[in-house]
Nanobody, 122 residues
Framework: QVQLVESGGGLVQAGGPLRLSCAASGRTFRSYSMGWFRQRPGKEREVLAISWSDGRTYYADSVKGRFTISRDNARSTVYLQMNSLKPEDTAVYYC????????????????WGQGTQVTVSS
């Protein structure tokens, strides 16, 4: 069982940066793939970035070049650095964890945080 707690959301002006953090419980964090997702009003939850346990990363086209996922296994924490934010990035942001085979579809993931609101003003 893994518990995830996101932090770092808030209100930011367009073009600004924001960093989200997700702290995980448990001592097997390094064996989990970690992902960041978001859900915009009226939309389905979408993947933004994945950090596999072997160090590989994946980015959705919509955030490639603007967002960076990183992880600190010693602190059992995964981060999402978001730069050049746009009003359309406004959403609830979630981190997720999974062991084993990982897909970009959110239904594939096992553990979820409670979400943190990010609002980008124009």
């Amino acid at each position: 069982q893994v518990q995830l707690v996101e932090s770092g959301g808030g209100l930011v002006q367009a073009g600004g940066p924001l960093r989200l953090s997700c702290a995980a419980s448990g001592r097997t964090f390094r064996s989990y793939s970690m992902g960041w997702f978001r859900q915009r009003p009226g939309k389905e939850r979408e993947v933004l970035a994945i950090s596999w346990s072997d160090g590989r990363t994946y980015y959705a086209d919509s955030v490639k070049g603007r967002f960076t996922i990183s992880r600190d296994n010693a602190r059992s924490t995964v981060y999402l650095q978001m730069n050049s934010l746009k009003p359309e990035d406004t959403a609830v942001y979630y981190c997720a964890a999974k062991r084993g085979l990982v897909y970009t579809n959110y239904r594939n993931w096992d553990y979820w945080g409670q979400g943190t609101q990010v609002t980008v003003s124009s």
